[in-house]
């Protein structure tokens, strides 16, 4: 299977997983990969070069990331792989493109 077409299984799945109350927690490895995606997504999305933090914790309410939970942990994956830098007002996004957003969900997800 190429990475896209995992990539999109990845965010696939974590979309059902959010539908179910216990079982995210049992997979926390596709959960974190395809909420990744799920962000990524939406940053690529963007014109923008960068993002205030107001529309970044828009965006990820959106994706139902948990603004106090899981956004740091999400945020802080994103910038070890290089795909995101941030300030504290805004996050500048790295050369990313829409395409490239399920190659990057799978890396993470082996990461």
């Known amino acids: 299977m190429d990475e896209r077409t995992q990539g999109a299984w990845i965010i696939h ?3 059902k997983l959010q539908d179910m109350k216990y079982a995210a927690n049992d997979y926390e490895t596709i959960n974190l990969a395809g909420k990744c995606g799920l962000l990524l997504s939406s ?3 963007s014109e923008e ?3 205030s933090k107001e529309r970044l914790n ?3 309410k959106a994706a139902h990331i948990s603004l ?3 956004l740091p942990v999400i945020l802080d ?3 070890k792989q290089k795909l995101i830098s941030s300030s504290s007002t805004e996050i500048h996004i790295l050369g990313l493109t829409t395409s490239a957003t399920l190659e990057h969900t799978t890396s993470i997800f082996y990461d």
């Open 58 to 60: 828009t965006l990820a």
């Open 13 to 15: 799945h974590t979309d």
């Open 77 to 79: 994956k994103l910038e």
């Open 49 to 51: 070069k960068s993002i």
């Open 43 to 45: 940053l690529a999305a």
């Open 68 to 70: 106090k939970m899981e």
